[in-house]
């Protein structure tokens, strides 16, 4: 500015005009003037503390931002779908249907997403984000339900009725084959207070024989359990009752547990879903197939455990139906079944969530009964229908047929 007023005042009377660019300059620093002034009329605000973080980027999200396009994905689920079929089909003798590759992508989507929540898991000790719920009231155990705890061969789930013991004490679910949600929310229709392992391992009762076979694998599995309650909330859990229970092929796993459990665990019932069967020797049944459910059956018929069967109309043909082997198991205790009126009689019928997508509306098949046997604590029902979907109505429907009896017996 003193520059260009000495330009100014060395000029002559008749104030030759300025060259264009101090009149520039000039316009500039006038502006800058205002601006500054301006400025000082405006406090600075305070510095806001800021708590920093030194954390590490998650598995997750390095991975989220080299993430591959959806078709990719689709197609490695696919080619996954395709070998586990191909290895059950050369194991088994099955041969590979499209409805199989339906049910694998079908499935995948649920457990597709949580892949990389888990692998974040892996690399770290701090908890991931969780959904608020609601807290406890004093004299509950304020545990993490959201979502599930993986334990071998399936998924640990905790439904809304399941309230632990402030000493850590509770009651324990182990379902063998049948869709997840399912059996969650059959617990929660029927009021189970009980943790809910759901195992799935495979079409054919063979997967389910033959996982259980080494001793020690049973024992390894309530070890997991017991570790995944801790990691959810429960400090010192320790089971109080367990009932194993399983529908259609999962009657397998049950068979081989009760052969080679060590004794020690506190199994208190057994709940099988139109799922036991047995091959034929010398035209007869197989003893040696049965004779776990015999010494079970006994058992229940003492009190000393709940023992339940529901049986449908099915014939096989090539194999031991269940109707044949509930009459072989209540042939061995000199028992007789009654007939049962199938309006006055039936259950209530329930209509799950969970049930819709599994089988059309049209197709869904309600309980007819037909017969019951009852023996201290062994209870035999049987029910009416031989397609496909009558037998997946004794998987829908447990929480109306079998597990309103366990509900009871633990309340006592």
Do not use: C
């Not at 208190?268 to 015999?294: C, S, T, Y």
């Amino acid at each position: 500015m003193a520059a260009i007023a000495e330009l100014k005042s060395s000029s002559s009377p008749a104030r030759r005009p300025l060259p264009k660019n101090f009149r520039k300059a000039t316009l500039a620093a006038r502006v800058g003037q205002r601006v500054a002034e301006k400025r000082a009329l405006t406090p600075t605000p305070a510095p806001v503390a800021v708590d920093v973080v030194d954390r590490a980027p998650t598995l997750s999200a390095v991975l989220a931002s080299a993430r591959p396009p959806r078709w990719l994905w689709a197609a490695l689920l696919l080619i996954v779908a395709l070998g586990a079929l191909a290895l059950r089909s050369a194991l088994y003798g099955l041969p590979i249907e499209r409805s199989d590759v339906f049910a694998f992508a079908h499935s995948s989507k649920q457990w597709a997403p949580k892949t990389l929540g888990f692998l974040d898991a892996l690399v770290s000790d701090r908890d991931a984000p969780r959904t608020t719920e609601p807290k406890a009231a004093p004299d509950e155990v304020e545990l993490r339900r959201e979502g599930h705890v993986s334990v071998p061969g399936g998924i640990l789930v905790f439904p809304s009725s399941f309230h632990p013991k402030a000493d850590g004490g509770y009651d324990l679910l182990i379902h063998f084959h049948g869709n997840t949600k399912v059996v969650k929310e059959s617990a929660e229709v029927a009021d189970l207070n009980a943790a809910v392992a759901i195992i799935n391992l495979g079409i054919g009762s063979a997967p389910y024989e033959e996982y259980y076979g080494v001793p020690g694998t049973y024992e390894e599995l309530l070890a997991s359990i017991d570790s995944g309650l801790r990691r959810r909330g429960l400090s010192t859990p320790h089971v109080e009752h367990i009932a194993l229970s399983g529908w259609s092929a999962g009657y397998g796993s049950i068979s081989t547990i009760l052969q080679l459990r060590r004794g020690k665990d506190p199994l208190d019932a057994i709940l099988i879903l139109d799922g036991i069967h047995a091959g034929w020797e010398e035209g007869a049944l197989n003893r040696r197939q049965l004779k776990p459910f015999v010494d079970a059956a006994a058992r229940a018929s003492r009190g000393e455990i709940y023992f339940g069967i529901t049986h449908s109309a099915i014939d096989p043909k090539a194999y031991a139906s269940t109707t044949a082997t509930a009459d072989y198991l209540l042939a061995s205790l000199a028992v007789t079944s009654a007939p049962r009126d199938k309006d006055r009689d039936a259950p209530v019928y329930l209509e799950l969530e969970s049930m819709k997508g599994a089988v059309s509306k049209k197709l869904e098949k309600k309980m007819e009964p037909t017969r019951e046997a009852r023996i201290g604590a062994l209870h035999v029902l049987g029910y009416r229908g031989e397609t496909k979907e009558h037998h997946m109505a004794h998987l829908f429907q447990m929480g109306a047929t079998l597990l309103p009896e366990l509900v009871d017996r633990w309340r006592r």
